[in-house]
């Protein structure tokens, strides 16, 4: 299943939009510096001859991260933008688009070098196999650390130009933004998960109360059972002793006197 759907993408192409012609360019560099790191691990660690599952894994999530990184190379380039195709990227576009090993070399003086790819990816850790990540959340991930970098850039009195003062009041709005938008994400995800535990718990009282009238029926029935069953037991023995004849009184004696002799 892709990773790229159509919310995603709309998502990611109004985020696209809004970027600085500067924050484009960065932003292309750093996925073609991802498709860089992937091939070097790819090939370094002979992928190909390893689990097949985890091969097709490696391999389709590669293709994906290329198919991303081409659509929202379309998306930024489709109004009066003009942005350079990071190197990398252009090499993997040419005829069919595929990553190959000679376009695994780890040029370290170019734009998209493989040091900004690095980090907690989905490529590094293979093991886990893990899925990848929506074009949204990389996006805004990227924006995040980018904007975490220029405000932990070192400032002199002298570079606290005007254009300086701006561009750091630009920076912050940003980040206020982000901010803003993952604590709503946050507080979305808690309410989400309030509302999956108050289920839970109206489940397991319900769950209960159906217990208990269950186990009130057994017991019920159980107690007239056996009220049932002394009351037939004292039905047979009050059936039984009338059956039985009276002490000293024999049957013969009874038929004799209800006989009467008649004399002439």
Not at 35 to 62: C, H, K
Not at 246 to 258: I, K, L, R, W
Request: charged share 25%; glycine share 4%; aromatic share 8%.
């Amino acid at each position: 299943m892709s990773a790229f759907d159509n919310d995603d993408f709309m998502q990611v192409a109004a985020q696209l939009l809004q970027m600085s012609m500067a924050d484009s360019q960065a932003y292309l560099n750093y996925l073609s510096s991802r498709l860089r790191v992937m091939a070097s691990l790819f090939f370094g660690r002979n992928v190909a001859t390893q689990d097949p599952d985890i091969y097709t894994w490696f391999t389709e999530n590669m293709f994906r991260e290329l198919t991303n990184a081409i659509t929202v190379l379309g998306c930024l380039t489709s109004g009066s933008r003009v942005l350079e195709v990071p190197q990398y990227l252009r090499r993997c576009m040419r005829g069919h688009p595929h990553l190959s090993k000679r376009y695994s070399d780890n040029d370290s003086d170019v734009p998209d070098s493989p040091i900004d790819g690095l980090g907690d990816h989905w490529y590094t850790q293979i093991p886990l196999r893990p899925e990848v990540p929506k074009m949204h959340d990389l996006l805004t991930t990227w924006s995040r650390q980018n904007l975490m970098a220029e405000m932990t850039t070192a400032f002199t009195p002298a570079s606290l130009s005007d254009e300086g003062l701006l561009s750091l009041k630009s920076a912050y709005e940003k980040y206020r933004e982000i901010l803003r938008a993952a604590i709503e994400q946050e507080t979305a995800h808690y309410n989400q998960l309030i509302d999956e535990r108050e289920a839970v718990q109206t489940a397991l009282i319900e769950a209960e109360r159906v217990e208990r009238q269950v186990m009130v029926r057994k017991l019920t029935d159980a107690m007239f059972e056996d009220v049932d069953s002394d009351e037939s037991s004292e039905n047979d023995q009050e059936t039984f002793a009338s059956k039985q004849p009276v002490p000293g009184v024999s049957e013969t004696a009874e038929e004799s006197s209800s006989e009467v002799e008649i004399v002439e």
